[in-house]
């Protein structure tokens, strides 16, 4: 009982520290935005391990470190300069790996329709490709690698949950590829974001970053919940 009404309180309080963040993202208020984003996927990743208590299903702790390492990618994003961002990106990182490992259980290859999911892996792969050679010029070199290797990282963990959906065949695992999706949507931003030499390409930035972010998450943790 106590965990169904943890279940609760979390995820309402994921949403309203989402709802005041998403607010200050679309004002652009820095310092404001920066007080509220150590909390957000704390209370999505409470929020997780108390509705598995609740349904008395096992804890995936391979999925409660990808948004663990997302929690602190997100607080090594807050400072500025290459270094935090550096840091931050790593973290991130690690969450893709762990997202890809949270999704392998779950994935029977004789059951992926492989004539989808290889034109998908070229989609993804060449949106990553194309984002990093759309910004070289306004990128410092160091980081173009490193750049196009987490889109990658980003595009394998996408792939996954749709080898899983493939594979299910459920509404949960739907909502998990959709969360994927969002995700991958919300970094390419990011990088625009930050490098394109015409930064207003993007209507409201961190606002479009956070919200296709936020929502990313979220669905990908209620998609493995409910599959």
Aim: hydrophobic fraction near 60%; proline fraction near 4%; glycine fraction near 4%.
């Amino acid at each position: 009982m106590i965990f169904t009404v943890l279940k609760y309180v979390f995820i309402a309080l994921f949403a309203a520290f989402s709802a005041v963040h998403l607010y200050h993202s679309w004002k652009d208020d820095a310092p404001k935005r920066a007080k509220t984003k150590p909390f957000l996927l704390i209370f999505l990743l409470l929020f997780y391990l108390a509705a598995s208590l609740s349904a008395r299903t096992a804890v995936s702790w391979v999925l409660a470190g990808a948004l663990l390492m997302s929690w602190l990618g997100d607080v090594l994003l807050i400072p500025k300069g290459n270094k935090w961002f550096v840091f931050g990106g790593i973290a991130f990182l690690a969450s893709h790996i762990l997202f890809v490992l949270a999704y392998v259980p779950s994935v029977d290859f004789r059951a992926v329709i492989w004539y989808i999911w290889a034109p998908a892996l070229v989609v993804y792969y060449g949106i990553s490709v194309a984002v990093t050679l759309s910004l070289r010029k306004t990128t410092p070199k160091p980081m173009l690698v490193p750049m196009v290797l987490y889109l990658f990282a980003n595009s394998t963990m996408n792939l996954f949950a749709l080898a899983r959906l493939m594979t299910l065949k459920t509404p949960g695992s739907a909502i998990a590829y959709a969360g994927a999706i969002l995700f991958f949507i919300s970094d390419c931003t990011l990088y625009l974001v930050r490098y394109h030499k015409n930064r207003e390409l993007i209507f409201k930035k961190h606002f479009t970053v956070m919200l296709t972010y936020l929502l990313g998450e979220a669905l990908i943790t209620v998609g493995i919940l409910l599959a």
